[in-house]
C-alpha cells in the first residue's frame, strides 16, 4: 500500500509536459503546475500570438504572466525524492534511441506499443485507447511499432501506397494507378503478399526437407566412419593372428600391412569427416536461413514485407547427396584375402604377391545427389519408347510408340516370346541404368507407372506389374496413389495430378515418384538395389479408352 501510495504521490507532483518530477515547480492562476523550463519552453512557441495558454486547460492569460517558484510544491518533491525511484510502470517507458516513439507525446515521449497503417503513426499505450474504443478506428490495422511508416507513403502524391504494380514490380498509390502506372497490372498489396508469402512457405519447405535430408546423410556419414573403424580393426587383428604363424622375415611384412592399414583407415576417417563436417555446415546454414525466412513471414506490414522480399538471395544447390551408401564391413577384406595367400607361399612367390597387398585401397563415397527441381531432372531425361514386342494385344501405341491406349479391338501384332498375355501391360525398348528421368501423363481413371527387369513372367496372375519382385510400381488410380512391389500395397499421399515424374539412380539403388504440376512433389522413395538393368513400363486397369503417354522432355 505504501508503495502505490509514493506511486501516486510521483503522479501527482510530475510536470504534464516532460512526465518526471517538477523541476523548480511553478504554478499557473489556473491552479496548474509545471516544470519552470517546460513551462517557459512552451509559451516561448506562443510569443508570436501574442495569447499565452495553459496546456492542459487552454486558459488563456494575456499578458504573459510572471510565475514564480512554488516552495510548497518543491519541498514535497524533495521530501519525496529521498523514498527512492519506484518501480518502472508501463506509463514511464519511456523510448530509448532504439525504440519507436509515440508520435503524440509531448515533451519526453513514451515508447510506442503499436503502429497503425491507416494513421501512419505510433502510440503509446494510453494514446492508443481511442483505436481500441472509437468505432471508426477500430478498423484500423495495428502492427508491432515501426519506424518505416514513411516508406508506406508514396512521395510523389503523398497518398498511402495501397497497390502493387505487377508490370513494375513495386508498390505505388491509387493515384499512381492513374498516372504514370496506368494501364499496369496492379493488385492490392495484401494481395501481393498473400502470393509472396505462398512462396516463401515453399522455400521454408524446401529448405526443411533439405535440412532433414543433410541430417540423415550425417548419420549415415557416422555409421560410415564407424563401419571403416570396425572393418580396419578386424583387417588389423586377422592380419596380426595370421603373421604370427610365419617365419622371421614375415615379421617385417606383417608390420607394413598394419602400417599401411592404419594410414588407410585414418585418411578415409578423416575424409569422411570432413564430409560430414561440410554437411553439419550447411544445415546449420539452412537453418540459419529459415529462421530469417520464418522472421520476414511475420512482418505485418505489407510493403515491409515486399521492400524486402526481392532482397533475399537465392537458394543454393545443396553440396551434399540425397541418400548415402553403407557397404558391408569388409573395407579392408581384400588385403586378408592376399595375406593369407602370401601365407601359404614360398619367399620367392612372397615377393610377386606382395604387390596385390600394398595395392589394395579403401574407398568411401556417397552417391549423386538426387535434384531438387525439375530443371535440375530435367538435366537426365531420357526419351523412352514402347517395345511393341511386349505389348498387350489390345494396346494401341502410336506418338512413334510413347503413348499407349486400351482399347476393345485386338491388334495384329506378330507372336513374340516377350508379349504379356493376361494383362493390358507394356515395357520399355530401352534399358535403363546410371541416373535417368522420364515423365509419364494419363487420362482417364489412371495407370500404373513402373519400372522392371527385363526376366519379369509374361503370363499368369505373378506377371502383372507390382505383384512380384521384379516390379516396381505407383499405381495412380482416379484421387489415390498406392505403391506396389512383390504384392505389398503401400498407400502415398501426394496432390493430386495427371503427370507422374520418375526419377532413377541405378547404381545407388534410389527409385523416387513425383507429382508434376507447377510444382514437383515427392510421392515416394525406393531405397534399394538393383541386381539388373531396368526397363520402364505401364499397366493398364480394364478401363477403355485409358490412355498413358511417355511424354517429350526435350
Known amino acids: 500500500m505504501a508503495q502505490k501510495g509514493d506511486q501516486l504521490d510521483r503522479e501527482i507532483l510530475s510536470c504534464p509536459i516532460c512526465l518526471d518530477l517538477l523541476k523548480d515547480p511553478e504554478t499557473t492562476s489556473c491552479g496548474h503546475s509545471y516544470c519552470m523550463e517546460c513551462i517557459k519552453g512552451f509559451w516561448d512557441g506562443q510569443d508570436e500570438k501574442k495569447t499565452h495558454s495553459c496546456p492542459q486547460c487552454r486558459q488563456s492569460f494575456t499578458p504573459r504572466p510572471v510565475l514564480l517558484k512554488n516552495t510548497m510544491l518543491a519541498a514535497l518533491v524533495e521530501e519525496l525524492k529521498k523514498t527512492g525511484p519506484p518501480p518502472a510502470t508501463a506509463d514511464h517507458c519511456y523510448a530509448g534511441a532504439e525504440d519507436v516513439a ?150 617385417k611384412r606383417s608390420s607394413d600391412v598394419k602400417q599401411q592399414v592404419r594410414s588407410q583407415q585414418k585418411m578415409e576417417v578423416s575424409r569422411v569427416k570432413e564430409l560430414q563436417e561440410k554437411l553439419e555446415q550447411e544445415i546449420s546454414e539452412l537453418k540459419r536461413r529459415d529462421a530469417e525466412l520464418k522472421l520476414l513471414s511475420h512482418t505485418e506490414d505489407h510493403n515491409q514485407f515486399l521492400h524486402s522480399y526481392p532482397s533475399l538471395p537465392a537458394l543454393s544447390e545443396p553440396t551434399h547427396s540425397s541418400s548415402t551408401n553403407i557397404r558391408p564391413l569388409s573395407y579392408f577384406e581384400d588385403v586378408m584375402v592376399a595375406v593369407s595367400a602370401v601365407r601359404d607361399k614360398l619367399e620367392d612367390v612372397l615377393r610377386e604377391e606382395w604387390t596385390d597387398v600394398s595395392s589394395t585401397e579403401v574407398e ?71 541416373r535417368c528421368y522420364w515423365e509419364v501423363e494419363w487420362k482417364e481413371r489412371g495407370v500404373c507407372v513402373t519400372v522392371a527387369y527385363k526376366n519379369i ?76 538393368p531396368l526397363h520402364a513400363g505401364l499397366r493398364f486397369y480394364w478401363v477403355y479408352a485409358s490412355t498413358a503417354e511417355l511424354c517429350k522432355l526435350k
Not at 503523398?158 to 508498390?171: I, R, S
Not at 504379356?420 to 525398348?429: E, G, H
Not at 523416387?512 to 539388373?532: A, D, G, I, K, P
Open 102 to 251: 509515440c508520435d503524440v507525446c509531448t515533451g519526453r515521449k513514451l515508447r510506442a506499443s503499436k503502429s497503425c497503417l491507416l494513421c501512419l503513426a505510433s502510440y503509446c499505450d494510453k494514446h492508443l485507447q481511442p483505436h481500441y474504443n472509437a468505432a471508426p478506428l477500430k478498423k484500423h490495422k495495428l502492427v508491432e511499432p515501426s519506424k518505416k511508416l514513411q516508406e508506406n507513403i508514396c512521395s510523389r502524391h503523398d497518398e498511402v501506397m495501397e497497390l502493387f504494380c505487377c508490370t513494375d514490380q513495386q508498390c505505388i498509390c491509387s493515384l499512381c494507378s492513374m498516372d504514370e502506372h496506368k494501364g499496369h497490372d496492379t493488385v492490392s498489396a495484401a494481395a501481393e503478399r498473400t502470393e509472396r508469402q505462398r512462396e516463401l512457405e515453399g522455400s521454408r519447405q524446401n529448405i526443411q526437407q533439405r535440412i532433414q535430408d543433410g541430417e540423415k546423410e550425417v548419420k549415415l556419414l557416422q555409421q560410415e566412419v564407424e563401419a571403416v573403424n570396425h572393418s580396419a580393426d578386424k583387417a588389423v587383428e586377422d592380419s596380426e593372428k595370421t603373421f604370427t604363424e610365419l617365419i622371421r622375415l614375415m615379421e
Open 364 to 434: 568411401v563415397s556417397l552417391s549423386p545427389a538426387e535434384p531438387t527441381t525439375r530443371a535440375g531432372f530435367l538435366k537426365y531425361s531420357q526419351e523412352i519408347t514402347l517395345d511393341t514386342n511386349t505389348a498387350y494385344t489390345q494396346l494401341l501405341l502410336s506418338e512413334g510408340s510413347r503413348k499407349a491406349t486400351l482399347v476393345r479391338q485386338h491388334q495384329s501384332y506378330s507372336s513374340h516370346p516377350d508379349r504379356f498375355t493376361d494383362w493390358p501391360q507394356v515395357l520399355s525398348r530401352e534399358t535403363l541404368s546410371g
Open 457 to 532: 513372367s509374361r503370363a499368369g496372375g505373378e506377371s502383372a506389374f507390382g505383384y512380384n519382385d521384379n516390379s516396381w510400381v505407383l499405381d495412380c488410380f482416379r484421387n489415390n496413389y498406392t505403391f506396389r512391389y512383390n504384392n505389398i500395397h503401400t498407400p502415398v499421399s501426394g496432390p493430386q495430378s495427371s503427370r507422374v515424374g520418375v526419377y532413377l539412380d541405378h547404381s545407388a539403388g534410389i527409385l523416387s515418384f513425383y507429382s508434376v504440376s507447377e510444382t514437383m512433389t515427392l510421392l515416394h522413395r525406393v531405397q534399394t538395389t538393383f541386381t539388373q
